[in-house]
């Protein structure tokens, strides 16, 4: 069959797809992919159909078929290469150029594999073969996390029997993560913005905020799994990638409130490992029909469709939403139904990890699109945009405050808290990478006397649990532990530099 019959086409239209999912596994859930497999298959047989009826020849018409697809799926990459480049002060890679070009090769292409070419029936068995090899590598990458995803979250059983507490004195607790949302001394030093008048809205309605916080870890894979444990990674044996996920999704925290009868809420966020879509009340945004996935945005990035989308068709057709819409949507539907859960009747533990004022930057101060011009952008341009994010939240956050203090039967327990400072385009330092807006409000409990200006995300659990649920966690020292870039688990201690000029 193999020497006989091309499936070589059908087999390269599933490798862009398979490949982009493979390098981006540790980030998507496995159900995104399918959809954009399903098309890409269909697109090939279309073109596969259509070449064999014009040319009725199964070998010319998978490889008239090759070169059509070939086009479509590199398009997007090789203009990224190319857009910048510049030929004697003329940038010559536009899509006014390389499209035509592009046409022209695969024409030229099509013309010699039809007119010129002898005896492609020796070529099928080489390219079949020549696919199956392309798909081992994605294949085998994302077998091998999907399995070791599915074993290292059945491996997280964690349980608490707590206190015997009635419902009726169990408070509800919502843990609001701000993601990259930096302390006040980081954005008025380094930012120039005085934060100040949110934190006294905070102080004013009952939180304690610790001037001097930090994250424990700089990025948002390393803290959540630490904070929803109450532990340091290193305590909890966490290396790999998987582990890691396994202990967010099912930590310690969600545990303990599962054991205990509460309801665990969750929203989406746009980013797999913080999407707890098995939670007893994941509160789904409404999806329009004409929406792409982040991954599927990203598969079209790489095409040929990269011309549509460059020419803002997409954003002048209101039928179609882009992925910052879907941010946008996503956001504020989080803000809308986080309001509403006074309203259940349950113990409620929420998380709600909001992506903002994490990049990229989708509002402006008063919540309307942003105009921030991402590639290219000055650091001054990123700053801006980045504070007008953080101004948006601020008034949304506290218009959330406001709704739970009002309309809970009994005060709730809120933390707002950042997962780590800063993006670090606007980090000079590892030190403003780590410090963190973190407050508190524990109704009812001595909060100047629990908490402390340099407590950090490891131990707020820890004060949690003992105050409502009579644990005994002991409090850890606070450390904070900062990894480069290129590469996040190559993290070193990095000392609170608020602490240090107090």
């Not at 930096?182 to 610790?210: E, I, K, P, T, W």
């Not at 986080?338 to 113990?347: E, Q, S, T, Y």
């Amino acid at each position: 069959m193999l020497k006989r019959l091309p499936v070589y086409p059908l087999l390269f239209a599933l490798f862009p797809v398979l490949s982009i999912a493979a390098h981006n596994i540790q980030e998507i859930a496995i159900a995104v992919v399918y959809r954009p497999l399903f098309f890409s298959l269909l697109l090939s047989l279309v073109l596969f159909g259509l070449a064999r009826v014009l040319w009725r020849d199964w070998p010319r018409a998978g490889l008239v078929t090759l070169v059509i697809l070939l086009g479509i799926f590199t398009y997007g990459q090789v203009y990224d290469e190319l857009k910048n480049r510049w030929v004697f002060g003329v940038a010559l890679f536009r899509h006014r150029t390389l499209l035509p070009a592009y046409g022209a090769m695969a024409i030229g292409s099509i013309f010699f594999i039809v007119k010129k070419m002898k005896q492609l029936a020796a070529l099928t068995f080489w390219l079949n073969i020549f696919s199956i090899y392309l798909l081992i590598y994605p294949l085998f990458v994302i077998t091998t996390s999907v399995f070791q995803q599915w074993s290292a979250e059945g491996a997280v059983k964690i349980s608490s029997a707590g206190a015997s507490l009635s419902d009726a004195e169990k408070p509800d607790v919502y843990y609001i993560i701000l993601d990259a949302y930096g302390r006040q001394d980081v954005l008025y030093d380094q930012l120039n913005y005085d934060n100040s008048q949110f934190l006294d809205a905070l102080r004013d309605r009952g939180f304690y905020v610790a001037d001097c916080s930090q994250s424990n870890y700089g990025y948002t894979e390393f803290s959540l799994p630490s904070s929803l444990n109450y532990d340091y990674l290193e305590n909890l044996g966490t290396v790999a990638h998987k582990d890691r996920v396994a202990l967010l999704k099912h930590g310690a925290v969600r545990s303990f409130f599962e054991s205990n009868g509460y309801q665990v809420v969750a929203f989406p966020t746009g980013w797999n490992i913080t999407e707890w879509t098995d939670a007893d009340l994941y509160i789904d945004y409404e999806h329009p029909v004409t929406a792409l996935t982040e991954f599927e945005a990203l598969i079209v990035d790489t095409t040929i469709l990269r011309v549509v989308n460059d020419i803002n068709f997409f954003e002048q057709n209101t039928a179609n939403v882009s992925r910052k819409d879907l941010r946008r949507l996503r956001t504020f539907s989080l803000l809308d139904n986080i309001k509403k859960m006074p309203g259940v009747d349950a113990n409620l533990f929420v998380f709600a990890h909001i992506v903002v004022p994490h990049p990229p930057y989708s509002f402006d101060a008063k919540g309307e699109p942003g105009q921030f011009k991402g590639e290219g952008a000055t650091y001054e341009e990123t700053n801006t945009a980045y504070i007008d994010q953080v101004k948006f939240i601020n008034k949304e956050i506290l218009d959330v405050i406001d709704v739970l203090l009002a309309d809970s039967d009994q005060p709730p327990v809120i933390i707002v808290q950042g997962d780590h400072g800063p993006p670090p385009e606007l980090s000079l330092t590892d030190a403003e990478k780590m410090p963190i807006l973190n407050a508190y409000y524990l109704p009812g409990k001595p909060m100047d006397i629990l908490l402390y200006p340099s407590i950090s995300p490891v131990n707020t659990f820890r004060v949690v649990l003992n105050s409502y649920f009579g644990e005994s966690l002991p409090l850890l020292e606070d450390k904070s532990y900062y990894a480069p870039n290129e590469n996040h688990a190559e993290y070193e201690l990095v000392p609170n530099s608020c602490l240090e000029s107090k």
